[in-house]
């Protein structure tokens, strides 16, 4: 990672701690942040699916346009019902994204008094964001260059502010030609502002004349049928700009998660219904010698495959978690501190200058490292690449002198075990809580080095270890053993693919008991601070439960680039991008 990248990932990081204190002062909402340039609150993404809030493309989301972006939020979640702009926002796409993209500017119209550069920020990012869709060639087709119109329009007569300059020509056909049709509704909109279930009548006419247009114009059928070629390619480059689904274009899924209505309203708060199944096992010792040393060696060959440059990865991580530190004087300097034992040279020789000390100081790697690997039965799929990645970062770490652990997490049975048995063998007491043998596997411990616990990490290529996966318990579990090391800084890195999930627990109890008690862990690591909790996800955005996350695509082996990219993050993680 070169100087400019680190500057510009603290920059960012800045940037998104800022609008983060931004949002918070406007709101009084002490839960929002930032996690992944998504607004959030208490780790969980809020549904703001306005067409200009999403992030831009480089390089038009500068700090300005961000900011815009924060206040724009702001605005919206302190003047707009969201209960009732569910209710009543319309059910058809188009209609919909409109709806949803004028709700946002009559929030917008709400400056608060003596705040003019919040007004010059949303001016700022809208006038950003049509800059940056004209140039994506959305306005190039007819459907596209309707939405856009029907936006700078709505824009011009909530605010009061003209349509933006660069597109004003482009646009003045399509204005013209749709004023007619849509002016009344433009009009009851500007009026209705302080209202928002009387605005939303209005809106949803303007959408449904808008939809209208378009459907007449062939571009969005009635009943579903063939779209013209032309118009799914706007269709698709308006999608970039007008929604936000939950699968991004590379394949990386947003973790599902809930609250819990038998944990909220427990007194007691999270339950274990026993205790005595519970065991912390040494992954090694549960798989023969031979089958290890296989496993160990397959694992080999997949890395040797890769060409990784580990001593690459140890000097940047090393960079990246190690501080400064005394390290003793060096003596015979010509400046600093006069040195009293060489005073006398001064008598016999007057000449001589080397009569001073200066502090030495020398990077030390005063940090521990942790990964919490889930073991669950999903993860069996992704075993080989989790296990390069645990192995090779442990390995670069250790040459770096950075303590580390790799840890995992599983259950003794499938469907609970003994523990439900005698759940059952109680007559199915009443939400007993969590309801399974916990199993917490240690795959290297922080005092033994990668060299000697190379054979026991294979261990991960057992596939029968994998079964299902009780997260909260786990992050509790793996934080204690980084406090009982002494670490200037402890970093714990939660490697899962899904949300916790364990049959039995779910039945008994509800849907989102874990993955609800998941959160309130992570929530209550980062509230003592001595702890940085990342989450590292397989194919799936971890960002509800974990501010600090970071999403993987491993349909292909890891490379030097996807380490290089682990490691920039890895550093950047206990920089406290959120206030």
Request: with cysteine; proline share 4%.
């Amino acid at each position: 990672m070169t100087i400019s990248d680190r500057e510009a990932a603290r920059r960012a990081a800045r940037g998104e701690a800022l609008c983060a204190a931004t949002v918070r002062a406007l709101t009084g909402d002490a839960a929002l942040h930032y996690s992944g340039a998504r607004l959030c609150r208490n780790m969980r993404p809020l549904p703001l699916h306005a067409p200009h809030l999403q992030p831009l493309p480089e390089p038009a989301d500068s700090l300005a346009t961000l900011r815009g972006a924060a206040d724009g939020a702001a605005l919206r979640l302190r003047h707009s019902d969201a209960v009732l702009h569910r209710r009543l926002q319309p059910e058809a796409p188009i209609e919909r994204l409109l709806f949803e993209l004028m709700e946002q500017l009559r929030c917008e119209t709400f400056i608060p008094a003596g705040m003019p550069g919040v007004a010059q920020n949303l001016r700022d990012r809208f006038e950003a964001w049509s800059r940056a869709m004209h140039l994506s060639g959305v306005a190039e087709r007819h459907v596209g260059l309707l939405l856009y119109t029907v936006a700078q329009m709505s824009w011009s007569r909530l605010t009061g502010y003209p349509v933006v300059e660069d597109t004003e020509g482009l646009i003045e056909a399509t204005r013209m030609a749709i004023a007619p049709r849509i002016g009344g509704a433009l009009a009851g909109m500007r009026r209705t502002r302080p209202d928002q279930a009387a605005f939303a009548a209005y809106a949803r006419a303007l959408a449904a004349d808008v939809a209208g247009l378009i459907r007449a114009a062939g571009g969005e059928p009635a009943g579903g049928g063939e779209k013209d070629d032309d118009e799914k390619n706007v269709r698709h480059a308006l999608s970039l700009f007008l929604d936000v689904d939950e699968h991004d274009d590379d394949g990386i899924t947003l973790a599902h998660s809930g609250d819990s209505r038998v944990l909220k309203a427990s007194a007691q708060g999270y339950r274990v219904f026993t205790k005595r199944y519970d065991r912390e096992l040494y992954a090694g010792a549960l798989v023969r010698r031979a089958l290890l040393t296989d496993f160990r060696e397959r694992l080999d060959e997949r890395i040797v495959a890769q060409a990784i440059n580990v001593p690459r990865l140890a000097r940047a991580l090393k960079a990246a978690l190690a501080e400064p530190q005394r390290d003793g004087w060096s003596f015979g300097e010509e400046q600093g501190r006069i040195d009293g034992r060489r005073l006398a040279q001064l008598v016999s020789s007057p000449a001589e200058r080397r009569l001073f000390r200066l502090e030495k100081h020398a990077l030390i790697a005063a940090s521990m490292v942790s990964f919490l690997i889930d073991c669950s039965g999903s993860m069996k799929a992704q075993v080989h690449a989790v296990s390069m990645i645990v192995d090779v970062l442990s390995r670069a770490l250790d040459a770096a002198g950075v303590a580390n652990e790799i840890l995992g997490f599983t259950t003794g049975a499938w469907n609970g075990g003994r523990a439900r048995t005698d759940w059952l063998a109680q007559r199915k007491p009443r939400f007993p809580g969590r309801l399974n043998e916990v199993s917490h596997l240690i795959f290297k411990d922080a005092v033994t080095s990668w060299r000697r616990a190379r054979t026991d990490i294979a261990a991960l290529f057992k596939a029968d270890l994998f079964r299902e996966g009780v997260d909260g318990e786990a992050v509790e579990w793996a934080c204690e053993r980084l406090r009982s090391r002494s670490a200037n800084r402890r970093l714990l890195i939660v490697i899962s693919d899904g949300s916790p999930m364990d049959a039995a627990t779910n039945q008994a109890n509800d849907e989102h008991y874990l993955d609800h008690h998941l959160r309130e862990v992570v929530a209550q690591q980062q509230a003592l601070g001595d702890v940085e909790v990342l989450g590292l996800g397989v194919g799936l955005d971890l960002s509800p439960y974990y501010r600090n996350s970071l999403a993987l695509d491993l349909t292909s082996p890891p490379d030097m680039t996807l380490f290089s990219r682990l490691v920039d993050w890895i550093g950047r993680g206990g920089r406290r991008a959120h206030a």
